[in-house]
């Protein structure tokens, strides 16, 4: 990657099962000086999910009172339950010098677009519905209730997905890993 001027918040969203982590996963192992946010959520910890690594795994009481002591820079529901980014966290990076990276839902992405207008915005788009829905029952992470909740939200989503900066289609995993970089490299090469 090309040398970066000042540091850049780039905040990464995509329907569930769409590959998103599996993309950044790559890009980080190419690009390891980027930090990946670590969020808060509700949610039980999947199969290998460590606490503190994949998320903060935290109560729903916990999470109203970070709520009520406004520590988050942006909170949502997804698919019955809450995920969270601490700010404390995240001006900690950028007071660093860091680029960070946020892997978050649609609506929680936007509202971090309002607050740093200078956050840029990028979407990972499934080249089908049908790729969607067969990488996410694929993934055996999820029970059917959760897959038709996680289902649901998707053309809210994708509509929510026009006001981003960028769209990466994630078809072939190498290519979409590639545009991926090229944007970023873009945009810190231009910071
Ligand atoms: P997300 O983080 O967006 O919920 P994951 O990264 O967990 O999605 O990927 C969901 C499933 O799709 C995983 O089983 C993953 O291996 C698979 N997957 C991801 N990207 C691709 C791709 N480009 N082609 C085929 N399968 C993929
Ligand atoms: P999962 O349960 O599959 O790990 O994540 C479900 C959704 O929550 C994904 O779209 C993921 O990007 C999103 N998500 C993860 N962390 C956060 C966060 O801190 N804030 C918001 N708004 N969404 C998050």
Known sequence: MNKKSSKKLFVISGCSGVGKGTVL?????????????????????????VDGINYFFISKEEFKNCIDNKKFLEWAEFAGNYYGTKKKYINQCLEDGKDVILEIETKGALQVKKQMNEAVLIFIAPPSL???E???????????ETIQKRLNVVKEELVLSKQYDYRVVNDDLNAAVEELELIINGECANA
Do not use: I, W, Y
């Open 130 to 132: 049908e790729t969607l």
């Open 134 to 144: 067969a990488r996410l029952r694929g993934r055996h992470t999820e029970d059917e």
């Open 25 to 49: 996963k790559a890009f980080l192992k190419r690009n390891p000086e980027f930090m990946l946010s670590v969020s808060c959520t509700t949610r039980k910890p999947r199969e290998g999910e």
